[in-house]
């Protein structure tokens, strides 16, 4: 089968690759199409990547082509979604609800297994996942449902651990309306009454922000966190969500968050912040409380099915074959991609 491999760092290419076995406890997904995310991006440009001749992609939807002896509960032709957080399902915090940090596959600064960053991921014909990992689509196209497993479950991840500062009347700023902001500026437009402000240095995400319900866009330049306090009458937004991460949205951010905010930071972009723990230096206003927030729970990947299922919520798609799936990256990084780019296989 063809498959869009790291093969070495910094070396991307597509070639034929045996198509994987499946153990008992394991399903053969076809790929219908995998969603390709910024992380992808940087996994592209690491100095080092520890595992040569990988399949990226962790945002995989697609049919089940076969299934392993022990599995029961789905059949030929199901569409599913492969969940991203491949957690161990035993351990307290997985117990408790919380497997996207899982003490036995992530540990302390780890992550979970994700497919496509350490196990072969769905950028391919076919993907072999444990039967335990899929979720079933029923009616939801698997073309463009791949992204609702990372684009659409972070944000809702992060949404999710911020709810106590989405109440009506509160105000909220989206910073990047890119493959994960665009998808995160949905789910609080479905599911909180709150003033939503997008925010991005690209005009064209801005256009698709307001298609998607934002109140109010600001191009991100210099005066960005003095039109969202003039907004808010100098307090700042409740809840700031920074899906970029990079020095200027990080300071943006923390000017912007009002006291008791809940900022959170989801792009992995190198910024950061300096916090200064006395009574008079100004770092963050009192209450603000910090989240690096990572990925999202099973409950959190569940409700973002069912919001899609609903209509509620829809990934935006440019869609490349898998052959032309280094172009897709080049546009990613350009940052010319409108939604997310999708390789169909
Ligand atoms: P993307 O490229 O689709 O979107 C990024 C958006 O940010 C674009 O719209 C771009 O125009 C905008 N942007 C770039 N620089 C900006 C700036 N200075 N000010 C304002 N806007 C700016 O990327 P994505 O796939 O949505 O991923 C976003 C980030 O989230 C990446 O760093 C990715 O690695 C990270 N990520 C983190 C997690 C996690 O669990 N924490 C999960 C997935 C992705
Ligand atoms: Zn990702
Ligand atoms: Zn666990």
Redesign the pocket.
């Known amino acids: 089968m063809r498959a869009l491999q790291i093969v070495s760092a910094g070396v991307l290419e597509v070639r034929d690759v045996p198509v994987p076995e499946i153990g008992p406890d394991e399903v053969l997904v076809k790929v219908a199409g995998a969603g ?7 996994v592209r440009h690491a100095p080092e990547w520890p595992v040569p001749n990988m399949t990226l992609g962790h945002e995989t939807a697609g049919h089940v082509a076969s299934l392993g002896n022990d599995v029961t509960g789905l059949s030929e032709g199901d569409a599913v979604l492969v969940y991203l957080v491949w957690a161990c399902g035993v351990c307290r915090p997985c117990i408790e609800g919380r497997d ?1 940090v899982c003490v036995n596959t992530g540990g302390r600064y780890g ?1 979970p297994p994700c497919p496509g960053l350490g196990p072969d991921g769905g950028m391919a014909e076919y993907i072999a996942v444990k039967a335990r990992y899929l979720e079933p689509l029923g009616d939801l196209d698997p073309i463009t449902a791949g992204p609702l497993a ?2 659409g ?2 944000p809702m ?2 949404i999710n651990g911020a709810r106590h500062r989405l109440t009506p009347g509160s105000t909220v700023a989206v ?9 995160g500026l949905q789910i609080l437009k479905a599911t909180t009454g709150t003033r939503v402000i997008a ?4 005009e ?2 801005l256009e698709i922000a307001r298609e998607h319900g934002a109140d109010e866009t600001f191009l ?1 330049d210099g005066d ?1 966190a003095a039109k969202v306090l003039a907004l808010t009458g100098e307090y700042g937004a409740d809840a700031v969500f920074d ?4 020095q ?2 990080v300071d ?1 951010a923390t000017k912007i968050i009002a006291p008791d905010g809940a900022l959170r ?5 190198e910024g950061s912040f300096t916090y200064a723990a006395d009574a008079l230096t100004t770092t963050l206003p009192w209450g603000v409380d910090v989240r ?5 729970t099973r409950s959190d990947q569940r409700q973002v099915i069912e919001l899609a299922k609903l209509g509620k919520i829809t990934v935006e798609t440019q869609q490349y074959s898998l052959e032309e799936g280094i172009q897709a990256f080049d546009d ?2 350009a ?1 010319t ?1 409108r ?3 999708i390789l169909v296989p």
């Open positions: 390709l995310c910024h992380s992808d991006v940087h996207n992550m990372d684009a479950l972070t991840h992060a910073i990047g309306v890119g493959g994960l902001g665009h998808m925010i991005d240095s690209s064209q995400k991100s960005t899906f970029v991460g990079v200027p949205t943006l930071f989801v792009g992995l972009g690096r927030s990572y990925g999202g990613l990084e940052g991609v939604g997310r780019a």
